[in-house]
């Protein structure tokens, strides 16, 4: 499965800790390997607060346009990949 979220996106917490769940927040790093991004403000810990990396399948991306939490698809053309909001159609970039 290719990784569809970058940085900069807006996600939504779906899973994963509770405290978390239905946050949404600024990727600020996404960490290819091991397949995990860090969030802004989702995952703090440390007495001096930190983010700490969270599991890419625990988020969706939400969408720019329509702003709900929407799964992503991608649409073949002549420049390439494109991103897809899969609930209101719109092109994500
Ligand atoms: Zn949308």
Redesign the pocket.
Known sequence: MRVKIRKGDTVEVISGRLEDKGKRGEVINVLLEDRRLVVQGVNIRGRIQFEGPIDISNVMLV?P??G?A?RVGVQRDEDGARRV?K????LID
């Open positions: 969408c346009k329509c709900e929407s909001c609930n209101c159609q719109a």
